[in-house]
């Protein structure tokens, strides 16, 4: 597709149970992002990746937290034993580079709801 | 202190009227862009438009443009003749060019447009 793709769109799940977010972004983009919105709130950095090498993850809430990238394209976030507080809309965004000029273009989302 | 502020947690305008939505940034690096995004109630993130920090002229894009006085470090989105559409959350993001890329958003302003 032309745009930023991510599955699943809606995901619930009971707290303690992992759950996987996937992000396919738009085909040459090097540079992938994640973010977390929650009800009525600004975006919150997560994590970046230039290729499929992740440079900086301090943006990650805590250790439950780990996404990867490989072959420069598709990304996988993991959420390891969910806790309410998890609960969210989950954006990933993809820019052609890490340029300051470049645009990143989002996903529609996964909304992450934790029972 | 925040990099991004957007001082109009909400506003109204009438629908044909054009609307100034605010925002003002902090940086100490000479190149960066600014970004404004669309966030309607499907929770889609839209890119409407950027100015680049060397840009002379202030961007357009259709109905909308952006008002950029750099000594102010401002960047303030103005929509022309609103639409009934145009009601949706409105970020103002900026990406810094000695940084890894990622946009830092706003907290946004809430626009309604009234028939």
Known sequence: GAGVSQSPSNKVTEKGKDVELRCDPISGHTALYWYRQSLGQGLEFLIYFQGNSAPDKSGLPSDRFSAERTGGSVSTLTIQRTQQEDSAV????SSYNRGEYSPLHFGNGTRLTVT | AQKITQTQ????VQEKEAVTLDCT???SDPSYGLFWYKQPSSGEMIFLIYQGSYDQQNATEGRYSLNFQKARKSANLVISASQLGDSAMYFCAMREGGSQGNLIFGKGT???VKP
């Open chain 1, 90 to 93: 989950y954006l990933c965004a």
């Open chain 2, 9 to 12: 947690p909400g506003m109204f």
């Open chain 2, 25 to 27: 940034y902090d940086t």
């Open chain 2, 110 to 112: 809430k626009l309604s």
